[in-house]
């Protein structure tokens, strides 16, 4: 397939300023996309933004991507994240996140042959994606992070299970899923009172602990299923929580 020829064929594509073989387009008001040959010239390494383009931000991340494909896929060959990015003034991004055509599936519908040539890349801050998810972790990582807002915050990884003998809700099997922090947050004020509710939270190290009720809140490493419960109050709980997750 020709790249060039078909990004050139995309409805307003121009060349994307200070990027070589690079382009940008918008097939919609408030919808823009940023496109980039790959170093050896045989990808397109692609971005969007929903009510949020920036130029400049755009550039950067493709220029990185270019720069790291390799590494940023050393070790996962559907999702790769890298540090070291450095964003324009204004931006707080600290890394870049690339997904590969198993994952993201894109044009699947209007140009399917261009899809298994197409890797997306996008801004995003370490805390989000741990490098090791499989091809299942990555889709759902790839539908949560809302990737394409380039004004938002950071949304850190984050996997969890939970039994609560007071309100009886629990999640669902006996493995720790994918969650917002909200979630989490809510689920430690709720055990109060909930005599062995337990609640178990994973960050993108690898890292569990486990939440235990029993005439207040305990907590210890889970890690490795050993650890010593230890007493601790809600607030600091919820202070240790939100620090554990954005490490």
Request: hydrophobic residues 35%.
């Amino acid at each position: 397939m020709d790249i060039r020829e078909t990004v050139g064929s995309f409805r307003d594509s121009t060349p994307l300023p200070g990027l070589d073989d690079a382009w940008h387009w918008s097939p919609a008001p408030g919808l823009d996309f940023a496109g980039a040959l790959s170093a050896d010239r045989k990808r397109l390494l692609q971005l969007s933004a929903r009510d949020s383009y920036d130029e400049g931000l755009a550039t950067a991340v493709l220029q990185f991507a270019r720069l790291h494909e390799d590494e940023l896929f050393s070790g996962n060959p559907y999702l790769g994240a890298l540090g070291g990015f450095t964003p324009p003034d204004g931006y707080s991004f600290d890394t870049v996140v690339a997904l590969r055509p198993e994952v993201h599936n894109h044009y699947r519908f209007e140009m399917p042959d261009l899809t298994p040539y197409v890797t997306l890349a996008f801004p995003a801050y370490a805390c989000e994606f741990s490098g090791k998810e499989d091809l299942t972790e990555a889709e759902t990582r790839y539908r949560m992070v809302r990737l394409n807002h380039f004004g938002r915050q950071p949304q850190p990884y984050l996997k969890m299970r939970y039994i609560n003998t007071k309100t009886r809700g629990r999640s669902e099997g006996t493995d720790r899923g994918f969650a917002e922090p909200e979630v989490l947050f809510r689920e430690l004020r709720d055990m109060e009172g909930g005599y062995e509710s337990i609640v178990e939270f994973e960050n993108r190290h690898g890292t569990v602990w486990r939440v235990m009720w029993y005439d207040g809140w305990h907590i210890a490493d889970w890690t490795t299923q050993s650890g010593e419960p230890q007493g601790i109050g809600l607030d600091e709980l919820l202070d240790f929580s939100r620090a554990r997750l954005t490490e």
